[in-house]
């Protein structure tokens, strides 16, 4: 069994930055693909980036792409999301998941431990 906890969410306004963090303890964390999934009010959760278990493979959602940088210390057991230059298109809930469960990175379907979330809410 892996617990993940999530923090650093806020209120930030647009063109700002926040530092995402998903601690997980339980065995595994150093062999998990892990990633970030957001969730808009009414609206699907959708991928927004993940990280292999040596911390050097890394996938983004195209939104992000250029601003969003995922990243992972074993050592601490936590992952990390730097988010520069937000959008209000990037509010939302932000979940970190980890284990995946078959080749498909993207899917929420494919993860089997889910943190809580936390906020993020960017005002223009």
């Known amino acids: 069994q892996v617990h993940l906890e999530e923090s650093g969410g806020g209120l930030v306004q647009a063109g700002g930055s926040l530092r995402l963090s998903c601690t997980a303890s339980?065995?595994?964390?150093?062999?998990?693909?892990m990633a970030w999934f957001r969730q808009a009010p009414g609206k699907e959760r959708d991928f927004v980036s993940a990280?292999?278990?040596?911390?050097?493979?890394?996938y983004y959602a195209d939104a992000v792409k250029g601003r969003f940088t995922i990243s992972r210390d074993n050592a601490k057991y936590t992952m990390y999301l730097h988010m520069n230059n937000l959008k209000p298109e990037d509010t939302g809930v932000y979940y970190c998941?980890?284990?995946?469960?078959?080749?498909?990175?993207?899917?929420?379907?494919?993860?089997?431990?889910w943190g809580q979330g936390t906020q993020v809410t960017v005002s223009s």
């Open positions: 998941a980890s284990h995946i469960r078959s080749s498909d990175i993207y899917s929420s379907g494919s993860y089997l431990y």
């Open positions: 990280v292999g278990e040596n911390g050097r493979s890394t």
């Open positions: 339980g065995r595994g964390f150093d062999v998990a693909t």
